[in-house]
């Protein structure tokens, strides 16, 4: 067991959200939640063994060149750590060997399907991607999500449904081919789906499904239930004033669901890892 949680937080190159997401590790139970810079990993000066939760955190990841996250991947798949003979994915390979956890919020969604990280990390190839919504503008609201009780995801046991903002303009979830799909249904990887406001059917079509993801997957998971993207953002809720009507309903808890999330991923490592 985990005497001490230690998280690790992935910034730079136009990250926008890393320090909420320490900071809802730490209000998670995180012993240590270190924000670090993407070159301090190249550098050498950090590595990833020494921590047990990686969060990817959203932003607008290398200006969203080349697609989101797309140079970001080919960062951490082909730039070698300075100092070694090794490069960072290396380093990422025996952190999921581990049994450790990851999580990629919005951008960092994007970066670990356009590595290969998502479904199946054991094959390390892109069988999915995250691309314009159907829209074809920047959405900034916030959405109703279903929880696949039947999912292997660490992250949502227990939970039936989340209430959760999202901010992107390329959130479409998509799969190669309707087999690539239709495997993921059948093993309940798509943890989180849009949907209606009780939580009880899938939601395919706008507003409920506000960029036309297929199959509603806004929550994506491996076999594990370690590693795990979605699109909204769990740490922009971890408090009852982030709530849109904070001011207007009086029954809300003191902390907002998004933190159910980084609680979970805290309290699997500190009981198994």
Not at 11 to 28: D, I, K, M, P
Not at 192 to 200: E, I, Q, T, V, W
Not at 246 to 266: S, Y
Request: proline fraction near 5%; hydrophobic fraction near 40%; aromatic fraction near 6%.
């Amino acid at each position: 067991m985990a005497k001490n949680v230690r998280a690790i937080v992935i910034a730079g190159n136009g990250t926008n959200c890393e320090r909420e997401v320490a900071h809802a590790c730490r209000l998670a139970g995180a012993d240590t939640a270190d924000s670090v810079h993407i070159a301090e990993l190249l550098a050498g000066r950090v590595r990833l063994d020494d921590y047990h939760f990686l969060n990817l955190a959203g932003g607008f990841l290398d200006g969203d060149d080349l697609g989101s996250a797309k140079a970001g991947a080919n960062r951490l798949l082909h730039a070698p750590v300075a100092g070694t003979s090794g490069h960072l994915v290396d380093q990422l390979r025996c952190f999921i060997a581990d049994g450790k956890l990851i999580m990629g919020v919005c951008n960092g969604f994007q970066l670990m399907v356009k590595m290969g990280l998502l479904p199946e990390p054991q094959k390390m190839r892109q069988t999915t991607t995250l691309t314009f919504n159907d829209g074809g503008r920047f959405l900034d609201t916030w959405v109703h999500l279903q929880v696949d009780p039947q999912s292997p995801c660490i992250y949502t046991r227990g939970l039936r449904g989340l209430y959760l903002p999202v901010r992107h303009g390329e959130g479409k979830f998509v799969a190669e081919s309707p087999q690539v799909l239709a495997g993921i249904e059948a093993r309940h990887l798509g943890a989180l789906k849009y949907s209606d406001a009780d939580y009880r059917q899938a939601a395919l079509e706008a507003p409920a499904n506000p960029n036309g993801s297929m199959g509603a997957i806004a929550g994506l998971c491996d076999e594990t239930g370690r590693l795990f993207g979605l699109m909204p953002h769990p740490e922009a809720y971890v408090d009852r004033t982030h709530h849109p009507r904070w001011t207007r309903e009086t029954d809300l808890p003191a902390e907002g669901m998004g933190l159910w999330l980084f609680r979970n991923a805290v309290n699997f490592i500190r009981d198994e890892l």
